[in-house]
């Protein structure tokens, strides 16, 4: 895993933002390992921390317990996640839809929102949130 403090302001205000942000932070991985970003915002939607986690060619780690840990200790009032797929699929898998719900319902317990999690796959993105996955 991999810490990094987020320049302020970036502000992750909507989806374009957070494709663009996310797209560079993808832009730095290796494409052929699933790698997962999160984005912890405040209460301006402005970006407070930024951690990554790896994977490998088919899964990439999604710990609830650390990201949870994180957001109470920086205060997130609101989670963006992104993470790819290198089989170039862009659907998002079941296993990517049940932890999703898992972070989001732990979060709640915070009055932290899993805002959005997108899924790239070459240029390609999609947003849960758009599709109606959360």
């Not at 319902?105 to 959005?116: I, P, R, S, Y």
């Not at 999609?126 to 996955?133: C, H």
């Amino acid at each position: 895993m991999l810490y990094q403090r987020a320049d302020l302001p970036l502000k992750l205000d909507g989806l374009a933002a957070a494709e663009a942000f996310f797209a560079g932070c993808f832009a730095d991985s290796d494409p052929s390992r699933e790698s997962l970003f999160v984005a912890h915002v405040d209460g301006q939607a402005r970006c407070v921390h930024v951690t990554r986690h790896g994977g490998d060619a088919g899964s990439a780690e999604l710990p609830i317990r650390t990201i949870i840990a994180d957001a109470a200790r920086h205060g997130s009032v609101g989670l963006v996640l992104a993470h790819n797929h290198p089989s170039g699929d862009i659907t998002p898998s079941d296993s990517d839809c049940r932890a999703t719900r898992r972070l989001a319902n732990a979060a709640e317990a915070l009055d932290c929102t899993v805002l959005d999690h997108l899924v790239f796959a070459g240029a390609e993105c999609v947003s849960f949130r758009r599709i109606g996955l959360l």
